[in-house]
């Protein structure tokens, strides 16, 4: 996941590396750090995509790229609801 940030006319880079292996991990984040990167690095997590392309493509290939959760702008509070309900007991399964 990554987000960026103008900070007068640089483009700052934000990112949340999620990896269950420690080495590699922290090998992403210092390769990224190295770029100029503000990195977040978690060890699990359920991945959710938000997003305005609701269309059938966008959600093939982000479940081909690892997102349990999908929601499309604009959302309903129970569908944010449910997503964060169902992330929380796929982690407790864990």
Known sequence: MQANIRYGRRLIF???????KEDIRNLLVEQMEEKGCYVRKANDGAVVL?????TPDVTIK???????YRLAKPWEQSQLD?????????????
Do not use: H, I, M, Q
Not at 50 to 54: D, E, M, Y
Not at 62 to 68: D, F, W
Not at 83 to 92: G, M, T
């Open 50 to 54: 938000v997003t305005a392309l609701n």
């Open 82 to 94: 449910f997503v964060f309900e169902s992330a929380l007991n796929l982690n407790k399964a864990r």
């Open 62 to 68: 982000a479940v081909g790229l690892g997102v349990k």
């Open 14 to 20: 934000y990112a949340l590396v999620v990896e269950d």
